[in-house]
């Protein structure tokens, strides 16, 4: 079972930007696919991002679309969320996210960490 752990959330004023970490333990990351989500208080769990376990495909939101990168590094263990152009609206707690795919779904992920909270001020 991997566990996951996020970090790089913080207070950004709109238009900055913030870039998480999800570092991950287990011997299994390198095969597994990674997602982002994110959570605000009152609303569903919603899709942020995703990338396979090579990194050769990566699929976003289209709200984030442009604006967000995802990455993983196999070596590290570890996937970002460069996030950019920061607004107001995208304030939530961030969650990673690891399955066998990379689906948009919550269901299609096994694997999720505590989160961490990203607020962004107007």
């Known amino acids: 079972q991997v566990q996951l752990v996020e970090s790089g959330g913080g207070l950004v004023q709109a238009g900055g930007s913030l870039r998480l970490s999800c570092a991950a333990s287990?011997?299994?990351?390198?095969?597994?696919?990674m997602g982002w989500f994110r959570q605000a208080p009152g609303k569903e769990r919603e899709f942020v991002a995703a990338?396979?376990?090579?990194?050769?495909?990566?699929y976003y939101a289209d709200s984030v679309k442009g604006r967000f990168t995802i990455s993983r590094d196999n070596t590290k263990n570890t996937v970002y969320l460069q996030m950019n152009s920061l607004k107001p609206e995208e304030t939530a707690n961030y969650y990673c996210?690891?399955?066998?795919?990379?689906?948009?779904?919550?269901?299609?992920?096994?694997?999720w960490g505590q989160g961490t909270q990203v607020t962004v001020s107007s």
């Open positions: 990338i396979s376990w090579s990194s050769g495909s990566s």
């Open positions: 287990g011997r299994t990351f390198s095969r597994l696919a």
């Open positions: 996210a690891a399955g066998a795919r990379p689906g948009v779904l919550p269901g299609d992920f096994g694997a």
